[in-house]
C-alpha cells in the first residue's frame, strides 16, 4: 500500500486561504467517504481536523473545511493564523489493509 | 476522559524483541478498534497495525510477520510485540483511537520511542 500523495509544503501569509490536496487511488480515497486530516506541531501527537471527507471534530475551528472529487481530497484552510504553521496529513481507509496516509505537508505562514 | 498512555519503548539491537503497551481510560478498549501508528525520525505519519472489536487484527506489509497486536480487556491496556527489529522500525509509536463514529483517529497517545540500533 502506497502513502497517499501530498504537497510537500505550502505557504501563505496571515489572513489567506491554502489549500493542501491529498491524491489517492479508487482502491482509498476515490472508493470510500473515510478520509480525514491530521494537523502535528513539532513534538506533538496528530490532531483530527477533519473527519469523513469533510466534517470537523467538536473543538475544531471552522476555519478548517474538507472536500473530495474523484480520487483526491482536499484541505482548505481559510484566514491562515500563524498557529497555523504545522504538519499536515491525510488519511483514508483502503480495501487492501485498513488505513493509509498521505505524505504530509509542511505549511508554513510567511 | 479518553487517555491513551504508551510504554515500553527503548534502545534494543537489531533482530532484538520489544512490547510496546497502550493503557487506556475513559473508555473501554474491547469495545472500540485500536490502532498502533508509527513516525519515523523527521518522517511522515505510517499506520502498523489495528485490532477490530471482533478480535481480528490487520497490519501493514512493512510488519506483517514480526509484529502482532493484542489487548488485555482486564488491564484495559493494548499491546504491540515487535520481534525481528529493523533499524527501519525506529519510530515514536503512537496508540491510537479509532472513532466509534467513523474510521478516523479521534485520540491519540503521546508517543512512545522505540530506537532499533547496535
Known amino acids: 500500500q502506497s502513502a497517499l500523495t501530498q504537497p510537500a509544503s505550502v505557504s501563505g501569509s496571515p489572513g489567506q486561504s491554502i489549500t493542501i490536496s491529498c491524491t489517492g487511488t479508487?482502491?482509498?480515497?476515490?472508493?470510500?467517504?473515510?478520509v480525514s486530516w491530521y494537523q502535528q506541531h513539532p513534538g506533538k501527537a496528530p490532531k483530527p481536523l477533519i473527519y469523513?471527507?469533510?466534517n470537523r471534530p467538536s473543538g475544531v475551528s471552522d476555519r478548517f473545511s474538507g472536500s473530495k472529487s474523484g480520487n483526491t481530497a482536499s484541505l482548505t484552510i481559510s484566514g491562515l493564523q500563524a498557529e497555523d504553521e504545522a504538519d499536515y496529513y491525510c488519511?483514508?481507509?483502503?480495501?487492501?489493509?485498513?488505513?493509509?496516509f498521505g505524505t504530509g505537508t509542511k505549511v508554513t505562514v510567511l | 476522559e479518553v487517555r491513551l498512555v504508551e510504554s515500553g519503548g527503548n534502545l534494543i539491537q537489531p533482530g532484538g524483541s520489544l512490547r510496546l503497551s497502550c493503557a487506556a481510560s475513559?473508555?473501554?478498549?474491547?469495545?472500540?478498534?485500536m490502532n498502533w501508528v508509527r513516525q519515523a525520525p523527521g518522517k511522515g505519519l505510517e499506520w502498523v497495525s489495528v485490532?477490530?472489536?471482533?478480535?481480528?487484527?490487520y497490519y501493514a506489509d512493512s510488519v506483517k510477520g514480526r509484529f502482532t497486536i493484542s489487548r488485555d480487556n482486564s488491564k484495559n491496556t493494548v499491546y504491540l510485540q515487535m520481534n525481528g527489529l529493523r533499524a527501519e522500525d525506529t519510530a515514536v509509536y503512537y496508540c491510537?483511537?479509532?472513532?466509534?463514529?467513523?474510521?478516523?483517529?479521534?485520540?491519540w497517545g503521546q508517543g512512545t520511542l522505540v530506537i532499533v540500533s547496535s
Open positions: 485490532m477490530y472489536t471482533g478480535g481480528y487484527t
Open positions: 479508487s482502491s482509498d480515497v476515490g472508493g470510500y467517504n473515510y
Open positions: 491510537a483511537r479509532e472513532s466509534l463514529d467513523s474510521s478516523y483517529f479521534d485520540y
Open positions: 488519511s483514508s481507509y483502503t480495501s487492501t489493509t485498513a488505513f493509509v
Open positions: 475513559g473508555f473501554i478498549v474491547s469495545n472500540i478498534n
Open positions: 469523513d471527507v469533510s
